[in-house]
């Protein structure tokens, strides 16, 4: 019995260490510890009853570990606050002021299309549109868009660079050629589009420019032959 409950025990805290080192993706609305309850709950409910050769008194003290575990790791959740930040994790402030934090992008497994994902399930399409975005701990996104953020949101813009790669799918769409982009880095100083974060560009000729490291930039232009979507 000493042996299943310190298992038990092992596998728990395993579990719980792995499901933090995921990162928020994995993580969904819940907390890491509440998900790991689930899925070790759902878990040792079923071998008992699947296999008749284990005892089943030996899935209801596991259970009974598992829930006295979940007590003793809300408690410390509610009550040490240095701790609520190592078993719950901190929000990831992963847009500010000046334009998307890589780090913590990157800190949480996710990428710069998995940002505007979120963003445009939030109901903003162009980066410009906010000020702050972040992910809370629980993996819920949220997002302080600017004021009379509407209004740069007149066309939906492409993402053209992606962490230093074109998308040659968007460059279809948009009907415009690498090279036009690559002038255009040129003339505001990027030697080398591996340094680019992200950039997008909308119908109306509003480009979005971050380079790694540096402060986000709009810019306006004309695209060949007058084109617009």
Not at 13 to 41: A, D, N, Y
Not at 207 to 217: A, D, N, S, T
Request: glycine share 6%; proline share 3%; with cysteine.
């Amino acid at each position: 019995m000493t042996l299943v409950i310190l298992r038990t025990a092992i596998i728990y805290v395993t579990l719980l260490i792995i499901m933090r080192l995921m990162g928020k993706r994995q993580i969904g609305e819940m907390q890491p510890f509440e998900l790991v309850i689930t899925l070790l709950i759902a878990e040792l409910a079923c071998i008992p009853m699947a296999d008749a050769s284990i005892p089943l008194l030996y899935g209801i003290i596991a259970v009974v570990t598992i829930y006295v575990l979940h007590e003793i790791v809300t408690l410390l959740d509610l009550k040490v606050k240095p701790l609520k930040s190592l078993i719950s994790g901190k929000p990831s402030l992963v847009v500010n002021k000046n334009g998307i934090d890589d780090y913590q992008l990157k800190k949480n497994n996710l990428d710069v299309s998995d940002l505007i994902e979120s963003l445009r399930a939030a109901g903003y399409f162009s980066l410009d549109s906010i000020d702050y975005a972040l992910y809370e701990s629980n993996g819920k996104f949220s997002a302080l868009p600017k004021e009379n953020y509407e209004e740069t949101q007149t066309s939906l813009p492409l993402v053209i660079i992606d962490n230093g790669k074109y998308d040659r799918k968007n460059l279809q769409i948009a009907g415009l050629g690498q090279e036009f982009f690559d002038e255009l880095l040129k003339k505001e100083g990027v030697k080398r589009v591996k340094k680019v974060l992200v950039l997008t560009a909308d119908g109306r000729g509003k480009i979005y420019l971050q380079v790694k490291g540096e402060r986000f930039r709009t810019l306006q232009t004309e695209y060949p032959g007058g084109r617009t979507w």
